[in-house]
């Protein structure tokens, strides 16, 4: 199998064909999300949310990033792997970001980080750009900033903030970013970034004119029953068919069905 590179995702752009993304978190579900096709695989800080059960993605340490990531990239074959560094790892100084980069790769074997933040972090993707390991940007509605926005609301729908974002966005392509996920911000917005850059834009309820599409995996399956934002589309009720499976296997074991004597030895 040929695999996906950050150059392959950049001529998807070229060419208008449309990339598709996933998170996964272990190497179970990370390899049928591989098998199915897309072409990103990111290990997200969601699993402090979807995997640990924290309220956000604030707790999640670099070694439980590193555990995460070194499941997934064992399973998966084809798709590029892109791992979040967590909230304080890169933020602080150039140096521990590009450590914390280091660390991720060597010790997960994954092939791009990515990292939350325009001109604030400027300094560490540079640094950790210079080291050889590629960075994708994050933008809009950056989860680890939570507290200083007080909701997951649309941002960037006031001008400002929208031009701040504009601004970041030719950043992170000058500095040397693969590609920039957008997160929860006008669809219009997304369009004129999307026009504005040569590097894939890759958009969560970002609208349909980013380059490629991004969703939580567990959300997309419908894991989680009470999750039910507007930009999520829901492909499959996991937790409907997972909580039927259980409960037919509870009544088997209490009714002595199971297991039969074909089942035993
Ligand atoms: O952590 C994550 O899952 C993400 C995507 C939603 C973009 O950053
Ligand atoms: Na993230």
């Known amino acids: 199998i040929k695999r996906v590179t950050t150059h392959s995702i ?6 208008g064909e449309k990339i598709t993304c996933l998170t ?8 049928i999300v591989d098998a199915a ?7 997200g800080d969601s699993a402090s949310n979807v995997m ?50 280091i660390r991720i790769m060597k010790e997960s074997g994954a092939h791009a980080v990515k990292l939350e933040g325009g001109l604030e972090v400027k ?17 809009g509605l950056t989860p680890q900033s939570i507290y200083k926005f007080g909701t997951y609301t649309v941002r960037a729908k006031e001008e400002a903030e929208a031009q701040k974002l504009l601004e970041d966005a030719a950043l992170l392509e000058e500095i040397g ?27 969560i309820g970002a609208g349909p004119h980013a380059d490629g599409q991004i969703l939580v995996l567990h959300d997309l399956l419908g894991i989680n029953k009470t999750f039910k934002p507007r930009f999520l589309r829901q492909y499959a009720d996991l937790n409907g068919i997972m909580h039927e499976a259980i409960s037919h296997y509870i009544g088997d074991v209490k009714s002595n069905s199971f297991p039969s004597e074909k089942e035993s030895y």
């Open 10 to 15: 950049q001529e998807m752009k070229g060419r």
């Open 52 to 101: 640990a059960g924290h309220e956000t993605t604030l707790p999640i340490t670099v070694d439980q990033m590193i555990y995460h990531a070194q499941s997934v990239v064992r399973a998966v074959k084809r798709a590029l792997v892109v791992v979040d560094l967590p909230f304080g790892s890169y933020q602080g100084n150039s140096r521990e970001a590009l450590n914390t980069a």
């Open 123 to 139: 300094e560490s993707i540079t640094r950790i750009l210079s080291a050889g390991v590629p960075v994708m940007g994050h933008l």
């Open 24 to 31: 996964a978190y272990d190497y179970s579900m990370a390899g």
């Open 177 to 203: 970013c693969f590609s920039v996920v957008l997160e929860k911000i006008p669809s219009k917005l997304t369009q004129q970034v999307s026009a504005s850059v040569q590097i894939p834009t890759i958009g």
């Open 37 to 43: 096709g897309v072409e990103l695989i990111l290990v």
